[in-house]
C-alpha cells in the first residue's frame, strides 16, 4: 500500500473540521478521482497529505512510514507532489526559474540541468517560453507548467487539485493526456476534479466524499453507473459534464 | 538655495532612507509581517554604533562589521523565541503588529532606563566636513552613507538573485503556498530573513548614528516616514522602497527648502493619504491576497 489514511480530523484555524475521521488507502501506480460535493473535503484531503494542513487527529502512512505532522518540504522528500488549484507558480520568476524551482530539494547541479532537459523534452511549449515570465503565460500554459514543474522531483504519488478548472476544453483534453503520461511514467496520481465524469473517466478508482469522510469507493467507471451516486452526488455535475 | 542642491541632500537622504525601508518592506514580503518594531531596532543600532566609538574608539564603518552580524543573529533567535507562540494562530497578523508594537515600547523604555533620554549622535571627523564641488556642497558623512547604503542594497539584491536562500526568499514573497509546494521550508526562510531585516536595520542605525541625532523616542518618528515610503512604493517590494524612500526624500527636501523645515515630515503623511487613496498598493506593490 502506497498511502494509508486513518481517522483523519483537519481544518483551519479555530474553525469546526472539515475532515471528520476520514479513511482511505491508495495503492501503488493506479489513478483515482476524488469527487463529492463543494464543501466536502476533497481540497482540504490533499493540504492535509502533502503537510500544507497539519492532522489534527489521525494517521498518514506513506510507504508504511507515518508522515502525518511532519513539514511539507520533508513530505516532498519523501515522494508526494502537489499541485494545488490555482497552480502555484511563481508569477514573477520565468519559466526556467519556475522549473528550477520545482527542483528546489535537488541540491546536486548535474541531475537538475538532466531533470530539466526531459522535462522540456516533454514539454517543448516550455522550452520555447523559457525566458517568459510566468505571470504572463495563458491558464493552459501556466497548469501545463505546474504539472511539469512536478516532474522535477519525479514524485511517487502526485496530488492534484482540479487541473481543468477554468480552462477551455481543448486545454482540459491536454491536461488529461499529460496525467496519463505521468501514469505511464509509474507515477500514482490522486486527482480531485470537480467535474466528475471527466475525472472518472479518466482514473480507475473512484473516492465518494461528503461532509469530510468518505461515503463510497469502488472502480471509476462502476461509480459513474452506480444510479444511486449519481442521484446523491453526481446528479447536477454529470449534466454538466455531458453536455 | 539653488535646485541642484537641494536635490542633492535629497537624494543622499534617500540613499539612507532606502535602507532604513529595506529590511521594514522585505519582513512585509516575506512574512505578511508589519514589524513596527524596526525603527526602535535601528536607533538599537545606533546606540551600538555610539557607544562603539566613545567606548571603542571604533570608527561606525569599522563598527558596521560587527554590528551587521550581531543583529543577523539577534533577529533569528528573536524571530524563534516570539514567533512560533502566534504562527497557528488565525489573527496571526493582528497578532503580529500588537507584538511588533509592544517589543518597540520594551526596547524604548529599556533604551531610555539605561542611557537615558538625552540627544546623542556619533562625532566622527567627517561628521561635520563637506566637498565643495563649484555652486554646490556635498556633506561627507551623508555621501558616506548613502553610498554604504547603495552598496548594501546591491548585496542584498545580488544574494536574493544569486544564491539558493535568495531564490527561496523570493519564492517565499512571490507565493507561500507555491514555496512550500516545491520543498522550502517557510519557518526557517522565515527565520533568515528576520535575520537579514534586522541586519540591514543594525546597518541603518549605523549610519544614522552619525547622521542624525538619536534618542529612544526617536524611532516613532522614523517608523511613522518607513510606513509612508514602503506604501507609496508598495509594501514587499524592495525596488518600491528603494523608488518611494529617494521620491519621498527629494521631495521633503524640497519642502523643506522652499516652505520651511517644520514642514517636511508632512510630506510624508500627504503621500501617504494620497497612496492610499489613489493606489492603495503602492507603485510596484501587489494586490495583497488574504
Redo the contacts between chains.
Keep these: 500500500m502506497l498511502l494509508d489514511i486513518q481517522n483523519v480530523e483537519a481544518g483551519?484555524?479555530?474553525?469546526p473540521p472539515v475532515l471528520r475521521g476520514l479513511s482511505l488507502q491508495v495503492e501503488d501506480n493506479r489513478s483515482y478521482c476524488v469527487i463529492g460535493p463543494n464543501g466536502a473535503g476533497k481540497s482540504t484531503l490533499l493540504k492535509t497529505i502533502?503537510?500544507?494542513l497539519r492532522p489534527r487527529r489521525g494517521t498518514i502512512r506513506f510507504q508504511g512510514e507515518s508522515i502525518e505532522g511532519l513539514?511539507?518540504?520533508e513530505i516532498?522528500?519523501k515522494g508526494i507532489?502537489?499541485?494545488?488549484q490555482?497552480r502555484?507558480?511563481?508569477?514573477?520568476?520565468t519559466v526556467q526559474?519556475n522549473l528550477?524551482?520545482?527542483g528546489?530539494?535537488i541540491r546536486d547541479r548535474r541531475l537538475l540541468r538532466e531533470r530539466l532537459d526531459r522535462v522540456y523534452e516533454l514539454f517543448p511549449i516550455l522550452r520555447d517560453r523559457t525566458n517568459q515570465v510566468a505571470g504572463t503565460l495563458s491558464g493552459g500554459q501556466q497548469q501545463m507548467l505546474a504539472l511539469a514543474?512536478t516532474l522535477m522531483?519525479e514524485p511517487k504519488l502526485l496530488c492534484v487539485d482540479e487541473p481543468s478548472l477554468g480552462l477551455a476544453p481543448g486545454i482540459v483534453d491536454q491536461v488529461f493526456e499529460t496525467l496519463t503520461e505521468f501514469r505511464k511514467q509509474g507515477m500514482t496520481v490522486l486527482l480531485v476534479e470537480q467535474n466528475a465524469v471527466r475525472g472518472l473517466s479518466w482514473a480507475d478508482w473512484g473516492f465518494v466524499l461528503d461532509l469530510g469522510a468518505l461515503r463510497f469507493e469502488g472502480p471509476a467507471d462502476g461509480i459513474l453507473e452506480n444510479p444511486q451516486i449519481r442521484e446523491l452526488y453526481l446528479g447536477r455535475l454529470a449534466a454538466r459534464g455531458e453536455e | 538655495m539653488n535646485e541642484l542642491q537641494v536635490l542633492i541632500l535629497g537624494l543622499l537622504l534617500g540613499g539612507v532612507y532606502a535602507l532604513m525601508a529595506s529590511g521594514l518592506t522585505l519582513l512585509f514580503g516575506v512574512m505578511r509581517v508589519v514589524n513596527l518594531a524596526h525603527a526602535a531596532f535601528i536607533v538599537v543600532g545606533a546606540y551600538g554604533a555610539y557607544f562603539a566609538f566613545e567606548l571603542l574608539g571604533l570608527d561606525p564603518f569599522v563598527a558596521l562589521g560587527l554590528i551587521m552580524p550581531a543583529f543577523f543573529l539577534l533577529g533569528m533567535g528573536l524571530y524563534r523565541l516570539l514567533f512560533p507562540r502566534i504562527e497557528g494562530?488565525?489573527r496571526f497578523g493582528e497578532m503580529t503588529v500588537l507584538m511588533t508594537f509592544g517589543l518597540a515600547l520594551i526596547i524604548e523604555g529599556l533604551l531610555a532606563f539605561y542611557f537615558t533620554g538625552i540627544f546623542r549622535s556619533v562625532d566622527p571627523p567627517y561628521a561635520t566636513q563637506a566637498f565643495i564641488l563649484g555652486p554646490v556642497f556635498v556633506p561627507r558623512a551623508q555621501l558616506y552613507a548613502s553610498l554604504t547604503s547603495v552598496v548594501l542594497l546591491m548585496g542584498l539584491w545580488a544574494f536574493l538573485r544569486m544564491t539558493?536562500t535568495g531564490?527561496?526568499i523570493?519564492?517565499t514573497m512571490?507565493?507561500r503556498?507555491?514555496?512550500?509546494?516545491?520543498?522550502?521550508?517557510?519557518?526557517r526562510i522565515s527565520t533568515v530573513s528576520f535575520g537579514i531585516g534586522m541586519a540591514l536595520a543594525g546597518a541603518a542605525g549605523t549610519l544614522v548614528s552619525f547622521i542624525f541625532t538619536f534618542f529612544p523616542a526617536r524611532h516613532w518618528q522614523w517608523i511613522a516616514i518607513l510606513l509612508a515610503l514602503i506604501v507609496l512604493g508598495g509594501m514587499g517590494s524592495l525596488k518600491g522602497a528603494v523608488v518611494g524612500a529617494v521620491v519621498l526624500a527629494v521631495a521633503s527636501s524640497f519642502v523643506s527648502d522652499r516652505i520651511g523645515p517644520t514642514w517636511a515630515p508632512m510630506t510624508f503623511f500627504a503621500a501617504l493619504f494620497v497612496t492610499l487613496m489613489v493606489r492603495p498598493r503602492g507603485l510596484f506593490g501587489k494586490e495583497i491576497d488574504r
Design positions: 483551519y484555524g479555530s474553525a502533502v503537510g500544507i513539514r511539507p518540504d516532498l522528500q507532489c502537489f499541485v494545488p490555482d502555484s507558480l511563481f508569477p514573477e520568476m526559474e528550477r524551482m520545482g528546489f530539494l514543474r522531483i | 494562530s488565525p539558493r531564490y527561496a523570493r519564492a512571490q507565493n503556498v507555491a514555496a512550500q509546494v516545491v520543498g522550502v521550508n517557510v519557518r
